[in-house]
């Protein structure tokens, strides 16, 4: 359609189009037996500095982050009666919110509760609700009562999520997982039966059972283990299962024994265990 048919009051839309469906009609026709997929996705939309809280001030650091979950009351209000584990009897706990403790200790840049609570300031404290901070063994034993609860916090994650996705339906219609490897702490210990370790039958050192130091795998550094999650990433898609299975342990299990749970994989025929149920392990 030109410009000129815009304007001489005799738009030609029709004519066009019925003369474009003409021919364009018998490349439907020749294709009409595909069958097109029931679910459509949109592209991903790019929104630079989406996700940058370190930049914006208002929500940057733990006290903020307390601060913004104490004003949202629908959210807060069913997360803090899940974390309430007071039993009501005996001696009184202290006044205070833990489950905006956990969140605090959670969104800062520490991974252990003894130096993050060093350096906590008695302001987070009494912005959760504590008169002061406590002593380090009130937080570590009520941040590992909270583990009990912890579908909580995804409960109160997925309310969040839907109340923004009723406002922008791009909200988590993507969703990327960038994995970054860390370091654990945890280590294998030898775990064979009794009398049932391959290793001594054959005149190997292997330990004394679960009693005794056995020899423990080699730890793979930092640097090692993302060189091959690099290498692994080049694979092709028909080949990564091959590579994954290659290098896996022959049988993996998580057991209970006695107050812990641990998690047992069995390498060249020993059995070995850890307190570290996420760590990878490559045989």
């Given amino acids: 359609m030109s410009a000129s048919d815009c304007f001489n009051g005799e738009p030609r839309w029709e004519e066009s ?21 029931a679910l459509r996705f949109q592209p991903p939309d790019r929104q630079m500095g989406a996700t940058a809280f370190a930049r914006d001030d208002a929500v940057r650091g733990s006290m903020n982050m307390v601060r913004l979950l104490k004003r949202n009351r629908w959210l807060w209000r069913e997360l803090r009666k899940a974390c309430d584990l007071d039993k009501r009897y005996g001696r009184r706990r202290e006044r205070g919110n833990w489950e905006l403790v956990a969140v605090a200790f959670v969104v800062s840049d520490y991974v252990d509760i003894l130096p993050w609570h060093d350096d906590s300031t008695d302001s987070l404290w009494q912005a959760c609700g504590f008169r002061s901070k406590p002593s380090y063994r009130t937080p570590w034993r009520r941040l590992r009562e909270l583990a009990a609860v912890a579908d909580e916090f995804l409960a109160a994650a997925g309310k969040l999520i839907r109340r923004a996705r009723s406002q922008d339906p791009r909200v988590m219609a993507h969703v990327h997982f960038d994995n970054t490897e860390d370091e654990t702490h945890a280590a294998l210990v030898h775990d064979c039966e009794p009398g049932e370790c391959p290793a001594k039958a054959t005149g190997g050192s292997a330990g004394r059972g679960r009693t005794g130091a056995g020899a ?7 640097k090692a283990f993302r060189e091959e999650r690099h290498q692994l990433a080049a694979v092709p898609p028909e080949r990564v299962n091959d590579r994954k299975t290659a290098g896996s342990p022959e049988d993996a299990e998580v057991v209970r024994r006695g107050s812990r749970i641990i998690k047992r994989v069995r ?14 392990i490559r045989a």
């Fill in 17 to 37: 189009t019925t003369a474009s469906r003409a021919e364009e009609s018998p490349a439907v026709h020749s294709h009409s037996h595909l069958q097109m997929p």
């Fill in 267 to 280: 390498i060249d025929g020993c059995w070995y265990r850890t307190l570290d149920l996420d760590a990878g």
């Fill in 216 to 222: 423990r795998p080699a730890r793979q550094d930092t």
